[in-house]
């Protein structure tokens, strides 16, 4: 009998941690030569699209941290206006075939470029120097297991630039029991519309949690940054409305509660992966995580607003989980 749609994620998300970690523990030689390039130089843009594109945000603040000028750029966009001067690129491919990494590289200019892949023999690693992950290729259509790993690689890199990853590694290798998530699994099914939100490198994981959702629901999904869902688009949401928010520490849970609680005012209840450790927003839907910050907190909130997508869409799509008219690997940049 074929696998269900939820039967091959469950075993994408089922064996994410397990790969992460071996992707972070993996290749340092070759992670020592990326973070080489990145010191001399000071510059680093990080490229993908769809779920690897969501994955780069995620890592920029970090990098950016360590006194790095980073920035993640959609690749379409970036071929089209490319920065100029010289800076390590970073190409991110999970399938390692994507048409639009291909297409870039056709004229890519000079200068230290690497991959990120999780296939070792795939075209992206044939052209150009790669972190390749260990495990499979990801089966599902959604990106589940190919988030997590490509940011233990990003991981990998830091740790050789001399940033703390001791936590991320925690975080790797004990994730810790799932919460219990039915209330926000119900908010998320029931609502007609949806805004995932956060600030910092929150937002990047909000980015890709929309994305997973819209993918999986096929409906539209709103992925903004707190004060840009602030400033007008929260005139858009109304009782049949789920706005999740991502919640971390400091400047990543900067006015999270305040916005929740202007919500509430409206009669809107949200729903909260909380990380920040403080105390819960009374009304909300709470899902607690260990507490955490940067891409620790990531990680632990990473595959719990998994299971709240999958669940929720679980009930809202019959066929859940197999595309319609979308391929894993989309090549139309290359054709």
């Known amino acids: ?8 994620l469950a075993a994408e998300t089922g064996r994410q941690h397990t790969d992460a970690l071996a992707a972070f523990h993996a290749q340092q030689g070759r992670a020592e030569d990326i973070a080489g390039d990145i010191r001399r130089i000071g510059r680093l843009d990080l490229l ?4 690897s594109h969501w994955v780069n945000r995620m890592a920029e603040p970090a990098y950016r941290r360590l006194g790095i000028a980073a920035t993640a750029h959609n690749v379409s966009e970036y071929m089209r206006a490319p920065l100029p001067g010289a800076a390590v690129r970073i190409a991110t491919s999970q399938s390692g075939g994507s048409g639009e990494i291909l297409a870039w590289l056709d004229g890519a200019p000079g200068g230290p470029v690497y991959g990120l892949t999780m296939a070792r023999d795939g075209p992206l690693a044939a052209r150009v120097p790669c972190l390749v992950a260990e495990g499979p290729p990801e089966r599902s259509y959604a990106a589940t297991r190919s988030v997590m790993v490509t940011l233990a690689q990003h991981a990998a890199i830091l740790t050789a630039l001399g940033g703390d990853m001791e936590e991320v590694e ?8 799932m919460p219990d998530g039915a209330r926000a699994i119900d908010a998320l099914a ?14 990047g994981l909000a980015g890709s949690a929309a994305l997973l959702f819209m993918e999986l629901s096929r409906r539209p999904v709103l992925a903004l940054e707190a004060a840009q869902f602030r400033h007008g688009p929260f005139e858009a949401a109304d009782r049949d409305t789920c706005v999740l928010f991502f919640r971390g520490i400091g400047q990543e849970g900067d006015n999270i509660d305040g916005l929740a609680r202007a919500l509430l005012d409206e009669d809107i209840r949200p729903v909260i992966i909380d990380a920040s450790g403080e105390a819960p927003v009374d009304g909300a ?4 995580v260990t507490p955490a910050h940067g891409l620790a907190a990531i990680l632990r909130s990473l595959p719990v607003v998994q299971n709240l997508a999958i669940g929720a869409t ?9 595309p319609l008219r979308s391929t894993k690997v989309t ?5």
């Open 285 to 288: 839907i709470t899902v607690p």
């Open 48 to 51: 993908g699209v769809g779920g």
């Open 314 to 322: 679980s009930r809202m799509v019959p066929d859940f989980g197999r």
């Open 190 to 203: 029931a609502a007609r519309s949806h805004v995932f939100s956060a600030r910092g490198a929150m937002q």
């Open 170 to 177: 925690r975080a790797l290798a004990a994730p810790g029991p």
């Open 1 to 8: 009998m074929e696998e269900t749609g939820l039967e091959i």
């Open 331 to 335: 090549s139309s940049e290359a054709e």
